[in-house]
Nanobody, 121 residues
Framework: QVQLVESGGGLVQPGDSLSLSCAAS????????MGWYRQAPGKQRELVAR?????????TDSVKGRFTISISRDNAKNTVSLEMVSLKPEDTAVYYC?????????????WGQGTQVTVSS
């Protein structure tokens, strides 16, 4: 089992910056990628950014050039961060941390509890 604990989020104005962080603990050896998803009211959850163990990143088009995902690791936990700049009202959503893991030859997805990001003047 993997536990994901998110931090960050909040209310900011358009054009501001914000950082999200997610710490993964537990059975982290099986994790091969981590990422951030978001879900706005009335919309489906969508991938925002993803980073694999070999450092390959991908972003949804609407955040390219504005968001940066990174990951740090130690023996006890993985921490994935999302740096967001030039925030727009359409970035408003609940942001969820995600971990993709391979455990006993089975793929598993883990989710954080979600953190609210609101961009409003």
């Amino acid at each position: 089992q993997v536990q994901l604990v998110e931090s960050g989020g909040g209310l900011v104005q358009p054009g501001d910056s914000l950082s999200l962080s997610c710490a993964a603990s537990g059975s982290i050896r099986g994790i091969y990628a981590m990422g951030w998803y978001r879900q706005a009211p009335g919309k489906q959850r969508e991938l925002v950014a993803r980073i694999s163990n070999n450092g390959v990143t991908n972003y949804t088009d609407s955040v390219k050039g504005r968001f940066t995902i990174s990951i740090s690791r130690d023996n006890a936990k993985n921490t994935v961060s999302l740096e967001m700049v030039s925030l727009k009202p359409e970035d408003t959503a609940v942001y969820y941390c995600n971990a993709e893991a391979l455990e006993s030859l089975r793929f598993r997805l883990y989710w954080g509890q979600g953190t609210q990001v609101t961009v409003s003047s």
